[in-house]
C-alpha cells in the first residue's frame, strides 16, 4: 500500500466543535479584500466578488428574513440560478439558523412545488421571473432583488447554533417512492474532506465545480471554506465546451470537479481541448458516475495530467477517492477516504472476501457528513440510517492493495450526465399524458450520458404506436419533469413485468433492452 495513502488514513483526524455554524466558519474566516468568486458568461461580461461584498450580502439576506419572522428551524427554500450573489444568499440563509432548501431550476414545476409542500417551507427566495413555478404556495415569497435588502445594515447576529442542529435539506431521486428529504447538519461540511485530500485545495487556489449548486452545496461550500476562488461560466444555453475551457484558462484555473458525461461530452465537441485551450489544471477530479480508461487517457493527452475518480451517494458524500501522489489505478474508484469506515459487505453485514463482490457500505454515524435523518420520515429514518451500517445499494470489488471497482446497482436509480434520476418520479409524469396506461422507466447504456432514461410504454386504449407519439410522450416528460430526466428512448409495449406485489421488474426490463432501441433514439 502506498505510503503516502497510508500517512493520510493513520493521521486523520475529525475536530467537530459543539457550536457551529457553516456559514459563520465559511465566510467570516476571510479578509474583506479577498476575491471569493470569478463570474463570467458567454458575452464576455465578467464579475468579480470580495469576501466583503459576500460578508455583507449574506449579512443583509439574513436581516431581511429574521425581519419576516424567521427563526432557526425554520425552512428557506432557495430557487435561483448560480448568480454572483447566489452563495451570499445561502450563507444568509444558514446565518439565521434556518434550514435552507435548495431548489433547481432544472426541475419542472411539480417537482418544484412538491418540494416545498413537503418540506414545510414557508419562506421562498427567487427571481421574479420563477416565482410562477411555486404554483400555489402559501409562504412568503422573498425578491432577491428586492432594494430593501441592500438599504439594511451589513450587520447581523448569527444564531448560535449546535453542529448537530439541521442546516439543508436535499432531496433523493425518488426511486421506489416520492422523493424524500435528507437532513444534513452544520457539521455536515466538516466531513468533506475530499477538498484536503482528492482535490489538494490551498489558498488562492481557483477552482471550476461543474453542475447546479442546488444539487450539491459541498462543491461550493468546500472550496470557498478554503480559501480557493470560486470560477463561475455562464453559457448561452446547454453545454459549451470551448467557452467554458477558454474562461477557465484566462482565469488560470488550477483545481475542477467535473464527471464522466462532462468530459465525454468535450472530448466530442473538442477532441484537442488541451492543445486549443492551455490550463494551469493541478488537480482535476471526477465524480457522479464511473471515469473509464479511454476518458482518463484522452484527458491525460490533452492535459497533462490524470483525471481523479472519487465516488458517494446523494445520503453520504464521498467514501471513496483517488489522491494525488497515489498510484491510480485506471477504472479503480479508488479507496476509502481518510476518516471513512467503508466496508463490503454481503447480505448478513459481514465483510466479504478480496476479489468478491459486496455492497459499499458506511458504518453509520462514524464521521460528521453523516445525515441526521429524513425529514419528516422516522421510520424510513431509522431503517437507513439507524442501523450499524449505511447501505449505499451499489456493489463493487477490492482488490489486494484495497482498490475498490464498481459493478454496478442494486437498486435502480439512474445516473445520466452525471445526474441521480429516480424512475418513480419520471413514471409518475409519464402516467399523466392521456396515451400513457402504464409505464415502466429504466436506465439504458449510453455512450455519451453514461447512462440513458428509458420508458418502456403500456398505451392507453384508441392510441397506436408511433415515432410521433413517441416523440410527444419523451417532449411531455420534458416539460412536466424536468430537462435532464426525461426519457430519451420510448418503446411501447403490450404489458409490462411486475412481481407478485405489483412492483415493476427493471431488471427484466433492462434485459430486454439488449440493444434494440426503437423510438426517438
Not at 479578509?31 to 458575452?43: F, P, S, V, W
Not at 432577491?144 to 439594511?152: H, N, Q, S, T
Not at 492535459?303 to 445520503?315: M, R
Not at 445526474?419 to 399524458?433: D, F, K
Request: proline share 7%.
Amino acid at each position: 500500500m502506498n505510503d503516502t495513502y497510508t500517512r493520510m488514513r493513520d493521521g486523520h483526524r475529525w475536530e467537530v466543535p459543539e457550536r457551529y455554524n457553516m456559514a459563520v466558519d465559511v465566510a467570516d474566516r476571510h479578509e474583506r479584500g479577498d476575491l471569493a468568486l470569478i463570474y463570467e458568461d458567454h458575452t464576455g461580461a465578467r464579475q468579480e466578488v470580495t469576501w466583503g461584498q459576500v460578508q455583507d450580502r449574506s449579512r443583509r439576506v439574513a436581516a431581511h428574513l429574521r425581519g419576516l419572522g424567521v427563526r432557526p428551524g425554520d425552512r428557506v427554500a432557495v430557487m435561483l440560478p448560480q448568480r454572483p450573489d447566489t452563495p451570499a444568499v445561502y450563507l444568509g440563509v444558514l446565518r439565521t439558523g434556518a434550514v435552507l432548501v435548495t431548489m433547481s431550476l432544472l426541475w419542472a414545476d411539480e417537482p418544484i412545488r412538491y418540494r416545498l409542500a413537503d418540506s414545510g417551507t414557508g419562506v421562498l427566495v427567487t427571481e421574479p421571473g420563477a416565482v410562477h413555478r411555486a404554483g400555489d404556495f402559501g409562504g412568503v415569497v422573498v425578491d432577491v432583488d428586492d432594494p430593501a435588502i441592500d438599504k439594511l445594515p451589513a450587520s447581523f447576529d448569527d444564531a448560535d447554533t449546535a453542529a448537530d442542529d439541521p442546516a439543508l435539506i436535499f432531496y433523493t431521486s425518488g426511486t421506489t417512492g416520492a422523493a424524500k428529504g435528507i437532513v444534513h447538519a452544520h457539521r455536515t461540511l466538516l466531513g468533506h474532506n475530499e477538498f484536503r485530500y482528492c482535490h489538494d485545495l490551498r489558498p488562492g487556489d481557483v477552482f471550476y465545480g461543474a453542475g447546479d449548486w442546488a444539487w450539491s452545496m459541498a462543491k461550493l461550500m468546500g472550496p470557498l471554506r478554503a480559501g480557493a476562488v470560486h470560477l463561475v461560466y455562464r453559457p448561452a444555453g446547454g453545454f459549451d465546451p470551448a467557452g467554458l475551457l477558454a474562461a477557465m484558462s484566462r482565469n488560470k484555473v488550477t483545481t475542477a470537479l467535473v464527471n464522466p458525461t462532462f468530459l465525454r461530452k468535450m472530448r466530442a465537441d473538442a477532441p484537442d481541448a488541451g492543445r486549443r485551450h492551455p490550463q494551469s489544471l493541478r488537480v482535476v477530479c471526477c465524480s457522479n458516475e464511473p471515469l473509464t480508461a479511454d476518458l482518463i487517457s484522452w484527458f491525460r493527452d490533452q492535459f497533462g495530467i490524470t483525471p481523479l475518480d472519487y465516488y458517494g451517494s446523494t445520503e453520504s458524500y464521498p467514501l471513496i477517492g483517488n489522491f494525488p501522489g497515489v498510484p491510480v489505478k485506471e477504472g479503480s474508484m479508488g479507496r476509502p477516504l481518510p476518516g471513512w469506515d467503508v466496508a463490503l459487505l454481503d447480505e448478513h453485514e459481514r465483510p466479504v472476501p478480496c476479489g468478491e463482490p459486496g455492497e459499499v457500505c458506511l458504518r453509520s454515524r462514524s464521521n460528521p457528513q453523516f445525515p441526521l435523518g429524513y425529514w419528516q420520515r422516522p421510520e424510513d429514518s431509522a431503517e437507513v440510517f439507524g442501523g450499524d451500517w449505511f447501505h449505499t445499494k451499489d456493489q463493487a470489488v477490492a482488490d489486494e492493495d484495497g482498490y475498490y471497482w464498481f459493478l454496478g446497482r442494486t437498486d435502480d436509480v439512474i445516473k445520466t450526465s452525471g445526474y441521480r434520476v429516480g424512475p418513480y418520479e419520471v413514471e409518475e409524469a409519464l402516467r399523466a399524458h392521456p396515451a400513457v396506461r402504464d409505464v415502466g422507466v429504466v436506465g439504458v447504456p449510453d455512450p455519451v450520458r453514461g447512462q440513458a432514461v428509458k420508458a418502456w410504454v403500456q398505451l392507453a386504449p384508441g392510441h397506436r404506436p408511433s415515432d410521433e407519439l413517441a416523440r410527444q410522450i419523451s417532449e411531455y416528460a420534458k416539460a412536466t419533469h424536468s430537462r435532464f430526466a426525461y426519457p430519451r428512448l420510448v418503446e411501447f409495449v403490450d404489458d409490462l413485468p411486475r412481481s407478485a406485489t405489483g412492483k415493476i421488474r427493471r431488471a427484466e426490463l433492462r434485459q430486454r433492452d439488449a440493444g434494440h432501441r426503437p423510438g426517438i433514439g
